[in-house]
């Protein structure tokens, strides 16, 4: 969805170094996620966020954080990556008004040697 | 807890034939159900979502699902497969409440499915 972008699209980095992956938004959503996708494993979420204000742990947050900078900016980092770290990482928005339906960014696919 | 299986891993289904994507769910109270699509070296791209109302859901690109709360399934379907539907499928779940962690939309693993010309 072109209203969600994330960027960098790819990045290849080595371990132990800090990463921030970084989500834009134009759809006017409050809410905003990040995921993470291994094959075979599906979508898991890392932080959501529902406001400015409101940052929360996902179900697998451990070794990641957060920043949301503005409604539209949605920040994750890595403060010291580790190759298992290594997958597809998606940012998500969704309204409560349209049922929480999500809208996801193209991803970023990560590679930590 | 909530949960979705996709039984199947994989799907192949020759053009022009009917195709199905199978999806079960596990969640407290009403679902929320939703489809997802994702292109090779693409996001999920929304399909159709069920939230209440007819249990046949028509969505983008020709797919429908028909919510069956009996069966507690969601099963994707497509009248007449095209080469272009080949893709990952996701199914996911969340739950029709509101409160702490109704937020969370659970995915399945993912269908793989393969249409052949």
């Known amino acids: 969805d072109a209203d969600v972008t994330q960027t960098p699209r790819n990045r290849i980095t080595k371990t132990g170094k800090r990463i921030m992956l970084e989500c834009s938004q134009t759809?006017?959503?409050?809410?905003m996620y990040w995921y993470r996708q291994d094959p075979g494993l599906g979508l898991r979420l890392i932080y959501y966020?529902?406001?400015?204000?409101?940052?929360n742990k996902g179900e697998i947050s451990d070794g990641y954080s957060v920043s949301r900078q503005a409604q539209a900016k949605f920040s994750l980092s890595l403060e010291s990556a580790i190759p298992n770290q290594t997958a597809l990482y998606f940012c998500?928005?969704?309204?409560?008004?349209?049922?929480?339906?999500?809208?996801f960014g193209p991803g970023t696919r990560l590679t930590v040697l | 807890a909530q949960s979705v299986a996709q039984p199947e891993d994989q799907v192949n289904v020759a053009e022009g034939n009917p195709l199905t994507v199978k999806c079960t769910y596990s969640?407290?109270?009403?679902?929320?159900l939703f489809w997802y699509v994702q292109y090779p070296n693409r996001g999920l791209q929304f399909l159709l979502k069920?939230?209440?109302?007819?249990?046949l859901v028509k969505g983008s690109y020709g797919f429908e699902a028909e919510f069956n709360k009996s069966q507690t399934s969601f099963h994707l379907k497509k009248p007449s497969a095209l080469v272009s539907d080949s893709a990952l499928y996701f199914c996911?779940?969340?739950?029709?409440?509101?409160?702490?962690?109704?937020?969370?939309?659970?995915f399945g693993k993912g269908t793989k499915l393969s249409v052949i010309p």
């Open positions: 998500a928005t969704s309204d409560v008004g349209q049922s929480d339906t999500q809208y």
């Open positions: 759809k006017g959503h409050d809410r």
């Open positions: 966020s529902f406001d400015v204000k409101d940052i």
């Open positions: 969640v407290s109270g009403n679902p929320y």
């Open positions: 069920y939230i209440t109302g007819d249990n």
């Open positions: 996911a779940v969340r739950a029709l409440y509101s409160g702490a962690g109704s937020y969370q939309l659970t």
